[in-house]
């Protein structure tokens, strides 16, 4: 794998964060998205103008799947886009697609479930005896292994490899004792499913609900609207969202090429402070603008959803089932609590999931996981478009990290469905605490 070094910053992106910012140099861009509710703030800063105040003329394309985003802005099709988190870190580490991709600004966390079908469902009843609240895989486990018994497989459905939700679903299998598979690059076996309980594969987002009807999966870890959508035509039942897995979930950035920075470095940055205005609009007033944006959303030029499917998630409720609303003010999060900032132990947190899962084949040293964090994630590029917000009077200072003093690393953190505590700056150690997954210098047999 190819590491490369942090780039000097300050250089190549603005000669500091308090100099004033110059035009931009690519006025007319092209952005991607996928057809999912966390893709709001690209619509909210087109549909409010704040592309134009920075002088940018945005058009935003729906893509087909997430592997066709990635290859359009690789290739220079598209300008940037919304991506999956773990996307630029695989491109940097050669999982799958090698290329150099950066990111200056995380646009939201949380806003994933994960459902499984009717009948599923009430083959679990037992094991959960009236439980009430975050349902353990635990309960998954006699399901699936009556399946076995019949030698039937047990098929679920994620998005992408590398993306937070083939993670949280994983995470949640494993937590409760069932094994998601692991992947083996150098065998060439890339499927994710070796020594696997629960058979897990791609679907993209908007199919998740008719391949579930059709039976091809069983149950799919997915953002919204598409949980609220199974729920709403009868198909299946949110058993769980990515909050209760991990309530600070990575979610969706902003992802551009390395070149496209270097080579428009106020461009870059006049796209996260549009960015960022869309991001706390969303979020401002305990959520009071969710309801339009669910309207703006349900445009087919966007997510193309029905707007009350959009509401049960997006105005700070989920919907578990019919008469199951239980309040969810952070089921997604676009600029509250530093939603928006790119922490490096954000990107940490994926790389650890890629090798517990064996995308990352071999042991890495901590500092190892710290140098692809730096290289990819860009706070630097994030300060910049904050400090201008706050000196054009559209922000004030306190709604933001403490830039003189934030390292990039939160807090150590517990709040995991297995109570497991996450350190960024020690991530060997926190994988030596899964007794399902790869650590150290074990490897794929």
């Known amino acids: 794998m190819r590491i490369w070094g942090a780039l000097c910053c300050a250089l190549l992106l603005g ?4 100099a004033e910012l110059g035009p931009p140099e690519k006025e007319a861009l092209r952005l991607g ?14 549909e409010k103008g704040f592309f134009e105040d920075e002088g940018l003329y945005v058009t935003l394309e729906p893509q087909a799947n997430w592997k066709v985003l990635l290859d359009r802005v690789i290739g220079g099709e598209l300008d940037g886009a919304q991506m999956l988190a773990g996307q630029p870190l695989a491109a940097h580490v050669g999982i799958g697609t090698q290329a150099e991709l950066v990111t200056a600004l995380s646009l939201d966390r949380n806003g ?24 353990s895989a635990a309960a998954l486990k006699p399901v699936v292994a009556q399946y076995r018994s019949q030698g039937k497989p047990f098929n679920m459905g994620m998005v992408f490899p590398v993306s937070p939700h083939n993670y949280e679903l994983r995470y949640w299998l494993a937590a409760g004792g069932l094994h998601p598979g692991f992947y083996a ?14 058979l897990l594969s791609v679907t993209p987002p908007p199919q998740m609900p008719a391949t579930l009807e ?19 035509k009868g198909l299946g039942v949110p058993v769980i969202t990515d909050a209760e897995i991990w309530h600070s979930n990575p979610e969706k950035v902003l992802g551009v090429t390395r070149t496209f920075a270097e080579r428009y470095p106020n461009t870059h940055v006049r796209l996260i402070k549009a960015l960022l205005r869309a991001a706390r609009w969303l979020d401002e007033g305990e959520n009071r603008n969710r309801a339009e944006a669910a309207k703006l959303l349900a445009r087919p030029d966007y997510v193309g959803a029905d707007e009350q499917v959009l509401r049960a998630s ?31 132990s954000d990107a940490v947190w994926l790389l650890t999931q890629m090798r517990r899962w064996g995308q990352i084949p071999t042991g890495q040293s901590d500092a190892w996981y710290d140098e692809v964090a730096r290289a990819v994630y ?12 706050v000196a054009e009077g559209k922000f004030n200072a306190d709604e933001f990290v403490d830039f003189a003093n934030e390292s990039g690393y939160r807090a150590p953190d517990a709040g995991f469905i297995d109570g497991h505590r996450f350190d960024g700056r020690r991530p060997n150690d926190y994988l030596s605490q899964f007794p399902i997954g790869l650590k150290g210098d074990e490897r794929v047999q």
């Open 314 to 344: 997006m105005t700070g409720t989920f919907r578990y089932g019919k008469g199951d609303e239980r309040p969810a003010p952070d089921f997604t999060l676009f600029f509250r609590h530093q939603a928006s900032y790119p922490y490096y």
């Open 214 to 232: 059709a039976g091809t999966i069983m149950g799919y870890s997915v953002g919204e609207p598409w949980n609220q959508q199974a729920l709403a």
């Open 15 to 18: 000669t500091s964060a308090h």
């Open 33 to 46: 998205f996928i057809k999912l509710a966390d893709m709001a703030p690209l619509a909210v800063a087109y």
């Open 185 to 198: 690059p150098a065998r060439g076996d890339n499927a994710g499913q070796i020594q696997a309980d629960v």
């Open 378 to 389: 860009r706070p630097d590029v994030y300060r910049q478009a904050a400090e201008a917000l």
């Open 112 to 135: 994933n479930a994960i459902t499984v079908a009717n009948a599923v469902w009430q083959q679990m009843q037992p094991a959960l005896a009236g439980q009430t609240g975050a349902v």
